[in-house]
């Protein structure tokens, strides 16, 4: 990933990004058990507290576990695809025994039912990470949109939305790498008259960090700031802050 400088005022995002404490310890996001070797260099990362950091990495090995459970129709590590998650399954019998737990099948194909509420930590945690590190903006309060699951289960019609590069609007918080980011693009539109005449347009475009493995947007634009994470190109979540739902915000919102 591309080394960008906060230049954003650092005073919103001083502490524990995620619950606002004594930050002692650093947090990449994404967590490394989410990437294989060899990481990628200028991996994000954010201040953290222990009880966070700790409390975290156990549901999120749950998470790469059970989600290459699912993708590989089982949790032996012999049948798992990821090196480093077949490790964890190898050194955690009890863990591996819990995912078997929640074995089942749907329509004859293997399935397992996940711990939804450590899911969702997981999600929600990678989100604020995003928004803290490439938006500069402290998300401690609940999001007012969260949406994650498989993206088959992504209704047809909110896909194309989803997957989207965000044609910016408004400039986000001054200095933050989202706004480093953004590339400006000159697009020929066509007026009512039918001249043709260019316009300038910032993209705020999806972030690879591992190909395959683990892609994020992070927008901040009219009061709303949106973070939309892919992993593995299996497992999806949309999460939103500073919507005002009864509007007409929901046309940025895929879900
Ligand atoms: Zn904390």
Redesign the pocket.
């Known amino acids: 990933m591309d080394q960008l400088k906060n230049f954003a005022d650092n005073r919103l995002l001083r ?7 004594t ?1 002692n310890t650093r947090d990449h996001v994404p967590s490394k058990c989410l990437l294989e070797h060899p990481y990628p260099p200028n991996l994000p990362v954010v201040g ?6 700790q409390t975290f990495s156990k549901d999120e090995e749950y998470f790469v576990c059970i989600i290459e459970s699912a993708l590989c129709g089982s949790t032996d590590p012999e049948k798992i695809a990821r090196p480093s998650v077949a490790r964890i399954m190898q050194r955690s019998p009890a863990l591996r025994k819990r995912i078997d737990a929640s074995r089942t099948e749907i329509g004859g194909q293997v399935a397992y039912v996940p711990e939804m509420e450590r899911i969702n930590n997981v999600m929600l945690k990678l989100a604020r990470g995003h928004a803290a590190f490439e938006l500069s903006q402290p998300c401690h309060e609940r999001p007012d949109h969260f949406w994650c699951g498989p993206l088959s289960s992504l209704p047809q019609e909110n896909q194309e939305l989803f997957h989207a590069v965000h044609f910016q609007q408004i400039f986000g918080e001054v200095g933050s790498r989202n706004m480093q980011r953004l590339l400006v693009v000159q697009m020929a539109q066509k007026s009512e008259t039918g001249e043709q005449q260019n316009v300038g347009m910032l993209i705020n475009d999806w972030i690879d960090v591992q190909d395959e493995q683990y892609r994020y947007i992070a927008i901040d634009d009219m009061g709303m700031l949106i973070v939309r994470i892919v992993v593995a190109e299996y497992f999806a979540c949309e999460v939103a802050w500073g919507l005002d739902m009864s509007g007409g915000d929901s046309a940025v919102i895929s879900f």
Do not use: R
Not at 15 to 20: D, K, V
């Open positions: 502490g524990c990004i995620y619950c606002s404490g930050a953290c507290c222990d009880t966070c950091n």
